[in-house]
T-cell receptor, first 112, second 114 residues
Framework: KQEVTQIPAALSVPEGENLVLNCSFT??????LQWFRQDPGKGLTSLLL?????REQTSGRLNASLDKSSGRSTLYIAASQPGDSATYLC???????????FGTGTRLQVFP | ETGVTQSPTHLIKTRGQQVTLRCSSQ?????VSWYQQALGQGPQFIFQ???????GRGNFPPRFSGLQFPNYSSELNVNALELDDSALYLC?????????????FGPGTRLTVL
């Protein structure tokens, strides 16, 4: 059974810092991995989607990497801003179930 | 292009009641998936509808049921509400049911069961 874990559960950093969020998964038989942002009480906004054949994806200040063999992904946020404060969720799309399996998220606070 | 919309935004019910949540898929999308997100947790897959048929179900009891209509909008029905059903319910639509089809999420419906 696929399990997705995110570390740390919460993170508080000053504005301008570069930071790394971690995601690990137990079953490497995945189609893709996706990072989402969720503001309090709101829906999910897709940030980056990495196909299983890819190593990384970049969008602006965000870079996500995928190491399928070790079951790990990282989301790198450069020059963090207070507007980046949100919960970041990773999710994998499994071969077996063909459904998204989510981690519990990292709650990020960037203070001025 | 209209994104995924959900109604209502918030809902308060009492234990034992029934509730219906609604989702309108993004234009051109024929697949809708429903997720339950308890406070502090990641979303959990409930079920998916593809062209009006259920196409996969997560580990939820039968009192969670759904429908998809010819215009591909969808309903999630929950009978005999329990306190633990309090959560944010998210729907996501996609162009198809296969893994190559990215899911786009709506803003969610916050259900509180008292």
């Amino acid at each position: 059974k696929q399990e997705v874990t995110q570390i740390p559960a919460a993170l508080s950093v000053p504005e301008g810092e570069n930071l790394v969020l971690n995601c690990s998964f137990t079953d490497s038989a995945i189609y893709n991995l996706q990072w989402f942002r969720q503001d309090p009480g709101k829906g999910l906004t897709s940030l980056l989607l990495i196909q299983s054949s890819q190593r990384e994806q970049t969008s602006g200040r965000l870079n996500a990497s995928l190491d399928k063999s070790s079951g790990r992904s990282t989301l790198y946020i450069a020059a963090s801003q207070p507007g980046d404060s949100a919960t970041y969720l990773c999710a994998v799309l499994n071969y077996n179930t063909d459904k998204l399996i989510f981690g519990t998220g990292t709650r990020l606070q960037v203070f001025p | 292009e209209t994104g995924v919309t959900q109604s209502p935004t918030h809902l308060i019910k009492t234990r034992g009641q029934q509730v219906t949540l609604r989702c309108s898929s993004q234009s051109g999308h024929n697949t809708v998936s429903w997720y339950q997100q308890a406070l502090g947790q990641g979303p959990q897959f409930i079920f998916q509808y593809y062209r009006e048929e259920e196409n996969g179900r997560g580990n939820f009891p039968p009192r969670f049921s759904g429908l998809q209509f010819p215009n591909y909008s969808s309903e999630l029905n929950v009978n005999a509400l329990e306190l633990d059903d309090s959560a944010l319910y998210l729907c996501a639509s996609s162009l198809g049911a296969g893994p190559s089809n990215e899911q786009f999420f709506g803003p969610g419906t916050r259900l509180t069961v008292l």
